[in-house]
């Protein structure tokens, strides 16, 4: 199985701040023959599903605001929150779906400084 | 609107097996594929299954095989995911989840997830 390492766990970040979110994975997810990466990003709010952030890495679904952008190629991407609102306090998770079974990363909390 | 809803909660015993239905509302059942994800209490995300609603193929982890049997009703657009012998290792809320890609783009396993339920909570307890 392909492994998803998220590094911080958690941080803090001030209202307005820029929160970064790492996710490295145990071998590529770049697939060659159409040069798209099968990594997505979800966040998750206490006591509810979560919801799909990015994907292909930094195809942002629709509907997300635009300070949430996905980036990387490869084995390691970032989730970057340009400007941190009170809302975005949750989990975040990365997921890969290059090779089953799809495989998610342990999360990365993210709070208000 | 689009939407996927989840059977309610249910509380078994150990070796006992459970039945989780997934209805979908607003789009064409059979044009995405559904994957089954759980959450053990305060872990992360752990992918389960997944089956084609537009071939039935399904798909899931070799540590689950023989315990977990995937099945869709198209006539009311309800996927089900049943799972067998169910020990406390199984207590988690389990979600049904859509795939991002439609049938004919998709390919042929569980992807990235566009529309989750609410989720169903799954307590083995004696």
């Known amino acids: 199985d392909i492994v998803m390492t998220q590094s911080p766990d958690s941080l803090a970040v001030s209202l307005g701040e820029r929160a970064t979110i790492n996710c490295k994975s145990s071998q590529t997810v770049l697939y060659n023959s159409n040069n798209k990466n099968y990594l997505g990003w979800y966040q998750q709010k206490p006591g509810q599903p979560p919801k799909l952030l990015i994907y292909?890495?930094?195809t942002r679904e629709s509907g997300v605001p635009d300070r949430f952008s996905g980036s990387g190629s490869g084995t390691d991407f970032t989730l970057t929150i340009s400007s941190l609102q009170a809302e975005d306090v949750a989990v975040y998770y990365c997921q890969q779906y290059y090779r089953t079974p799809p495989t998610f990363g342990q999360g990365t909390k993210v709070e208000i400084k | 609107q689009v939407q996927l809803v989840q059977s309610a909660a249910e509380v078994k015993k150990p070796g006992a097996s459970v039945k989780v239905s997934c209805k979908a509302s607003g789009y064409t059942f059979t044009d995405y594929g559904i994957s089954w994800v759980r959450q053990a209490p305060g872990q992360g995300l752990e992918w389960i299954a997944w089956?084609?609603?537009?071939?039935?193929?399904?798909d899931y982890p070799q540590k689950l095989r023989g315990r977990i049997t995937l099945t869709t009703d198209t006539s009311t657009s309800t996927a089900y995911m049943e799972l067998r012998s169910l020990t406390s290792d199984d207590t988690a809320m389990y979600y049904c989840a859509r795939d991002g890609n439609i049938y004919f783009e998709n390919s042929g396993r569980a992807e990235y997830f566009d529309l989750w339920g609410r989720g169903t909570l799954v307590t083995v307890s004696s």
């Open positions: 292909w890495a930094s």
């Open positions: 089956i084609s609603t537009y071939t039935e193929n399904i």
